[in-house]
């Protein structure tokens, strides 16, 4: 790896690692504004930015952690409007429960068919359903991988081993899973329409063939392709034959209830927290001592399971991505133990979202590269970036202060190789001017 860019897209996410041979690694690229502050730029026209800078490479991958739109909107936008432009394309597989039931396929599928018609900008995002779909009519199968824990793929002559999502026993929020059990209850009884019937059938034939796919097209151990087309030709007819169902359900007596289940508050907050919970984390696989390579990334990871995962982290990284945007519920007590020199924060001015958390500007010898300071109280309150209490050791004169850093004044790139790039540019590890 030669470099890497952390790109302003406001409350979002969008890190590029560049490699030495004309290959880019992107993980992640979405974001919950229209708008980015730096210029009043569109969003769409900063993703079309995005885009157009890394069209020169020959190669370009792309790793999905999850799917909410602060982290896939844009990587959609990008497909969009350049049809094949990724090389290859990363995505998590579907975790299950400790019953082998996929709850959020089965979750997203009830608000697919019985709410008003979701989008990215939605509340509950459905593109787990239709991410095979979609990526084959977009760059086609032969592009698209399945990562899951155990999972180890190649980007620049480098090995990355996934540390998760696990697929089996999948942490559920309890109340996620009785709800869920209780939308299938409703479309159980015999005395309704054959619809309903119908509905159930489909729904587990659809969940079977989510998971042959996840299987054949895992980065790890690959189905013939002919197999691959087949599972997904499958899975694609029985979404839209339970799709042609819509009409019929929204008419049977239980249609209500499953509506205001969907709709209460505290469900999708535990539907949204449990996407979060399944972010694939991955770090590279050291090929001796540690080195500037290490690297530990974590998406919107929860404290929790990134405790669960402490005997497989390294004791310290070159470099550690900030889940959640760098806020206090994504904050975990490894960070303040583990040794990391560079602190990734994509965060940005949203209304609805959190500030970064002081345990991160608290981090000794730790360098943080925010993409955006607007939601930083540390900045609001002393006008100055945490970085001139920071020492950083990529210097090229040695150890020193990072304010002085060369890319502070925008002389040269920075020694540590890491870089914000916003609408109007490059800037250095320090927010202000």
Same mark, same amino acid.
């Not at 996934?162 to 942490?171: D, K």
């Not at 009884?189 to 659809?206: D, G, I, T, V, Y």
């Given at each position: 790896?030669?470099?890497?860019?952390?790109?302003?897209?406001? /409350?979002?996410?969008?890190?590029?690692?560049?490699?030495?041979?004309?290959?880019?690694?992107?993980?992640?690229?979405?974001?919950?504004?229209?708008?980015?502050?730096?210029?009043?730029?569109?969003?769409?026209?900063?993703?079309?930015?995005?885009?157009?800078?890394?069209?020169?490479?020959? +190669?370009?991958?792309?790793?999905?952690?999850? /799917?909410?739109?602060?982290?896939?909107?844009?990587?959609? !936008?990008?497909?969009?409007?350049?049809?094949?432009?990724?090389?290859? %394309?990363?995505?998590?597989?579907?975790?299950?429960?400790?019953?082998?039931?996929?709850?959020?396929?089965?979750?997203?599928?009830?608000?697919?068919? @019985?709410?008003?018609?979701?989008?990215?900008? *939605?509340? %509950?995002?459905?593109?787990?359903?239709?991410?095979?779909?979609?990526?084959?009519?977009?760059?086609?199968? +032969?592009?698209?991988?399945?990562?899951?824990?155990?999972?180890?793929?190649?980007?620049?002559?480098?090995?990355?081993?996934?540390?998760?999502?696990?697929?089996?026993?999948?942490?559920?929020?309890?109340?996620?899973?009785?709800?869920?059990?209780?939308?299938?209850?409703? @479309?159980?009884?015999?005395?309704?329409?054959?619809?309903?019937?119908?509905?159930?059938?489909?729904?587990?034939?659809?969940?079977?063939?989510?998971?042959?796919?996840?299987?054949?097209?895992?980065?790890?151990?690959?189905?013939?392709?002919?197999?691959?087309?087949?599972?997904?030709?499958?899975?694609?007819?029985?979404?839209?034959?339970?799709?042609?169902?819509?009409?019929?359900?929204?008419?049977?007596?239980?249609?209500?209830?499953?509506?205001?289940?969907?709709?209460?508050?505290?469900?999708?907050?535990? @539907?949204?927290?449990?996407?979060?919970? *399944?972010? %694939?984390?991955?770090?590279?696989?050291?090929?001796?001592?540690?080195?500037?390579?290490?690297?530990?990334?974590?998406?919107?990871?929860?404290?929790?399971?990134?405790? *669960?995962?402490?005997? !497989?982290?390294?004791?310290?990284?070159?470099?550690?991505?900030?889940?959640?945007?760098?806020?206090?519920?994504?904050?975990?007590?490894?960070?303040?133990?583990?040794?990391?020199?560079?602190?990734?924060?994509?965060?940005?001015?949203?209304?609805?979202?959190?500030?970064?958390?002081?345990?991160?500007?608290?981090?000794?010898?730790? %360098?943080?590269?925010?993409?955006?300071?607007?939601?930083?109280?540390?900045?609001?309150?002393?006008?100055?970036?945490?970085?001139?209490?920071?020492?950083?050791?990529?210097?090229?004169?040695?150890?020193?202060?990072?304010? !002085?850093?060369?890319?502070?004044?925008?002389?040269?790139?920075?020694?540590?190789?890491?870089?914000?790039?916003?609408?109007?540019?490059? !800037?250095?590890?320090?927010?202000?001017?």
């Amino acid at each position: 790896m030669q470099r890497i860019e952390l790109n302003d897209v406001e /409350y979002g996410d969008c890190t590029v690692l560049i490699g030495k041979k004309q290959e880019i690694l992107m993980v992640d690229c979405g974001s919950m504004n229209q708008k980015l502050r730096d210029g009043e730029l569109p969003m769409d026209q900063r993703f079309e930015q995005i885009a157009q800078r890394y069209a020169p490479f020959l +190669e370009r991958h792309f790793l999905l952690t999850h /799917y909410h739109r602060d982290h896939l909107c844009g990587f959609k !936008k990008i497909l969009e409007t350049h049809p094949g432009y990724f090389t290859r %394309v990363l995505i998590p597989a579907s975790p299950l429960d400790q019953n082998g039931a996929p709850l959020l396929l089965d979750f997203a599928l009830f608000a697919h068919l @019985f709410l008003p018609s979701q989008s990215d900008c *939605s509340q %509950v995002n459905t593109s787990c359903l239709r991410i095979f779909p979609y990526l084959e009519k977009t760059l086609g199968s +032969e592009r698209i991988f399945t990562l899951r824990a155990g999972d180890v793929f190649s980007f620049d002559g480098t090995e990355y081993e996934v540390l998760w999502p696990e697929t089996e026993h999948f942490p559920f929020p309890a109340e996620l899973s009785s709800a869920v059990e209780e939308m299938n209850i409703l @479309f159980s009884s015999p005395f309704l329409p054959s619809c309903a019937e119908q509905f159930l059938r489909r729904k587990e034939n659809f969940f079977r063939l989510s998971l042959q796919c996840a299987d054949a097209f895992c980065v790890s151990g690959r189905a013939l392709p002919e197999t691959r087309r087949e599972v997904l030709f499958q899975l694609t007819e029985e979404l839209k034959a339970m799709e042609e169902l819509r009409e019929e359900l929204h008419l049977t007596p239980n249609a209500h209830k499953v509506r205001e289940i969907l709709e209460s508050p505290l469900l999708l907050a535990a @539907f949204s927290d449990a996407l979060n919970a *399944s972010s %694939v984390v991955f770090h590279n696989r050291r090929k001796g001592t540690a080195s500037w390579e290490d690297l530990l990334m974590t998406g919107d990871v929860t404290p929790e399971i990134l405790e *669960s995962l402490e005997d !497989k982290l390294y004791d310290g990284y070159n470099l550690i991505k900030a889940p959640h945007h760098g806020t206090a519920s994504g904050w975990c007590r490894l960070f303040s133990q583990l040794g990391s020199a560079h602190i990734l924060i994509s965060n940005g001015d949203y209304h609805a979202g959190g500030s970064i958390a002081q345990e991160y500007v608290d981090l000794e010898n730790a %360098v943080r590269h925010c993409t955006n300071p607007h939601a930083c109280k540390w900045f609001g309150a002393s006008g100055g970036c945490c970085n001139r209490l920071s020492y950083c050791f990529d210097q090229e004169s040695g150890a020193g202060l990072a304010i !002085k850093c060369p890319a502070a004044s925008g002389k040269k790139a920075p020694g540590c190789a890491i870089e914000v790039i916003t609408a109007s540019g490059k !800037k250095g590890c320090f927010c202000e001017p």
